[in-house]
């Protein structure tokens, strides 16, 4: 359920909307890039958003802060997140804005994550905390 | 500040005591030591005590609640509530602002 893209650490995850049913992608798993630098919870480009019906939802706006310092609005709907190869679901708000063209995982999914990344080796591994 | 007095085992007692010479033994490192440890350790038993509840909510009137999307999903169906009507929250307060780390790459 996780991998390196290059130096990228990446998790293989499914995102759902409970509400309506829908999630993305709708068979398979994502990947998603550990970006421990977003401290959200999940961010998906647009179409993911579209495609998991969380345009139909009722939303909140928040303002997203990207690397170079410029302010995004970004809408927020609630969904859930299964890692590939596990069975647990964590909830949390995924979000969407202008220019997120890549699924990011962010420290308020982290935090309930074990991470174990080592370079020397190549090697990234994923627990459940607890 | 306030001076506590616990035991520790020996063995731990000389991984501190070494680490405190390797940070050239300056006075309240062992306490900065035991503070970081601690703090951390408490901050990881209180996000697992953390009962995060999720509402669907109409018009500031919280319609439903649950522990989990997917129980709030089914209680809604259970009530032939169109989820599309409500607003999904979440007890835990959002941030007001979002940083998006170096994995956005605007262009």
Same mark, same amino acid.
Do not use: W
């Given at each position: 359920?996780?991998?390196?893209?290059?130096?990228?650490?990446?998790?293989?995850?499914?995102?759902?909307?409970?509400?309506?049913?829908?999630?993305?992608?709708?068979?398979?798993?994502?990947?998603?890039?550990?970006?421990?630098?977003?401290?959200?919870?999940?961010?998906?480009?647009?179409?993911?958003?579209?495609?998991?019906?969380?345009?139909?939802?009722?939303?909140?706006? !928040?303002?997203?802060?990207?690397?170079?310092?410029?302010?995004?609005?970004?809408?927020?709907?609630?969904?859930?997140?299964?890692?590939?190869?596990?069975?647990? !679901?964590?909830?949390?708000?995924?979000?969407?804005?202008?220019?997120?063209?890549?699924?990011?995982?962010?420290?308020?999914?982290?935090?309930?994550?074990?991470?174990?990344?080592?370079?020397?080796?190549?090697?990234?591994?994923?627990?459940?905390?607890? | 500040?306030?001076?506590?007095?616990?035991?520790?085992?020996?063995?731990?007692?000389?991984?501190?005591?070494?680490?405190?010479?390797?940070?050239?033994?300056?006075?309240?490192?062992?306490?900065?030591?035991?503070?970081?440890?601690?703090?951390?350790?408490?901050?990881?038993?209180?996000?697992?005590?953390?009962?995060?509840?999720?509402?669907?909510?109409?018009?500031?009137?919280?319609?439903?609640?649950?522990?989990?999307?997917?129980?709030?999903?089914?209680?809604?169906?259970?009530?032939?509530?169109?989820?599309?009507?409500?607003?999904?929250?979440?007890?835990?307060?959002?941030?007001?602002?979002?940083?998006?780390?170096?994995?956005?790459?605007?262009?």
């Amino acid at each position: 359920m996780s991998s390196f893209a290059g130096r990228t650490p990446r998790l293989m995850l499914t995102a759902k909307n409970e509400f309506l049913g829908l999630s993305f992608p709708s068979s398979g798993a994502a990947a998603g890039v550990v970006d421990t630098g977003f401290d959200g919870f999940l961010a998906v480009p647009g179409f993911a958003f579209s495609e998991l019906g969380m345009d139909q939802m009722q939303s909140t706006t !928040t303002d997203g802060v990207t690397a170079d310092g410029r302010r995004i609005e970004l809408r927020s709907c609630m969904g859930c997140v299964t890692l590939l190869g596990t069975r647990k !679901t964590h909830d949390g708000p995924v979000v969407t804005g202008p220019g997120i063209r890549e699924i990011l995982v962010g420290t308020g999914l982290l935090r309930t994550l074990r991470l174990k990344l080592d370079y020397c080796a190549g090697t990234f591994g994923v627990e459940e905390c607890g | 500040m306030t001076n506590v007095t616990f035991a520790l085992p020996d063995r731990t007692v000389r991984r501190l005591q070494k680490r405190a010479a390797e940070l050239g033994r300056r006075k309240g490192v062992i306490s900065e030591m035991v503070d970081a440890a601690l703090t951390s350790y408490l901050d990881q038993a209180e996000s697992a005590a953390r009962n995060e509840t999720f509402s669907a909510v109409n018009e500031g009137r919280a319609v439903a609640s649950a522990g989990s999307l997917a129980e709030l999903a089914r209680k809604l169906r259970a009530m032939n509530v169109d989820a599309r009507s409500v607003l999904i929250v979440s007890s835990e307060p959002v941030e007001p602002v979002v940083h998006l780390g170096m994995g956005s790459k605007l262009r």
